[in-house]
């Protein structure tokens, strides 16, 4: 004879499971909106790159196209176009230094090495102090535009590319960020070594950000670029920021 099972026990079996039937359900929710939530962090393959996505490589080319390499009595250095000059020919923008005679003056004459093209070019503005020097190339190159153009300025943080010729290394990048913002001076981690000099330093657009001026101490990672609107105080007819 089966013995009867007690009305007590017999509805605590059932509330038990019926508390177990809620939280299975509950669970099942709580899964779903988990998934849901990881399923829109999750990167979704798309047929273009995202607006804001930095491309060293891109950038690279960009800044391939319209740098050279200067040469003077003073070493090398880097330059880029900044302007279209007279003639059909480029405003080419690098440091006072690597041009720097003597005195506060430049070479009269420096070369510059534009991909397989070995060409005068002529100093006709610069500023010791500033150190940064004008020079007139007698050939057209693309034309960087000065970050400053931009909707939002740069920031701590920022992805940047610096372009030249360290140590006699021609077409060399080196990626990093912008470090600190200091007065007309942009900081950053991207390696820069001599003959980077004068060479622009790029935000995620291909746009120059500052010209590249000096690493501090071998391996410290300190390097500094000096602020690209610097060089409207030399020639207001350049175009560095959006006129008021």
């Known amino acids: 004879m089966v013995g009867r099972v007690p009305i007590g026990v017999a509805a605590l079996t059932a509330v038990v499971a019926m508390v177990?039937?809620?939280?299975?359900?509950?669970s099942l929710g709580k899964a779903s909106r988990l998934e849901r939530a990881l399923d829109d962090l999750r990167v979704r393959p798309s047929g273009s790159p995202a607006v804001d996505a930095f491309d060293p490589a891109r950038?690279?080319?960009?800044?391939?196209?319209?740098?050279?390499?200067?040469?003077?009595?003073?070493?090398?250095?880097?330059?880029?176009?900044?302007?279209?000059?007279?003639?059909?020919?480029?405003?080419v923008v690098t440091n006072f230094h690597v041009v720097e005679k003597g005195r506060s003056q430049p070479f009269r004459t420096v070369q510059v090495h534009v991909g397989d093209e070995h060409l005068a070019a002529h100093p006709y503005r610069w500023d010791a102090d500033l150190d940064i020097a004008l020079l007139d190339v007698e050939?057209?190159?693309?034309?960087?535009?000065?970050?400053?153009?931009?909707?939002?300025?740069p920031t701590v943080g920022d992805p940047v590319l610096a372009f030249g010729s360290p140590?006699?290394?021609?077409?060399?990048?080196?990626?990093?960020?912008?470090?600190?913002?200091?007065?007309?001076?942009?900081?950053?981690?991207?390696q820069i070594n001599q003959g980077n000099s004068g060479g622009p330093l790029l935000?995620?657009?291909?746009?120059?950000?500052?010209?590249?001026?000096?690493?501090?101490?071998?391996?410290?990672?300190?390097?500094?670029?000096i602020d690209i609107r610097q060089v409207c105080e030399l020639d207001a007819t350049l175009a560095c920021e959006p006129s008021a």
């Open 167 to 190: 140590e006699g290394l021609q077409d060399t990048a080196t990626v990093g960020i912008i470090s600190a913002i200091r007065s007309t001076w942009l900081q950053t981690d991207a």
């Open 139 to 153: 050939v057209q190159m693309p034309i960087l535009e000065s970050a400053y153009f931009g909707d939002v300025p």
């Open 20 to 26: 177990a039937v809620a939280v299975a359900v509950l």
């Open 203 to 225: 935000d995620r657009d291909g746009r120059v950000l500052g010209i590249t001026s000096l690493g501090v101490g071998r391996g410290s990672g300190l390097g500094f670029a």
């Open 59 to 91: 950038v690279a080319e960009i800044g391939a196209a319209s740098s050279v390499t200067v040469f003077s009595g003073s070493g090398l250095g880097t330059g880029f176009a900044f302007a279209a000059g007279d003639d059909g020919g480029s405003i």
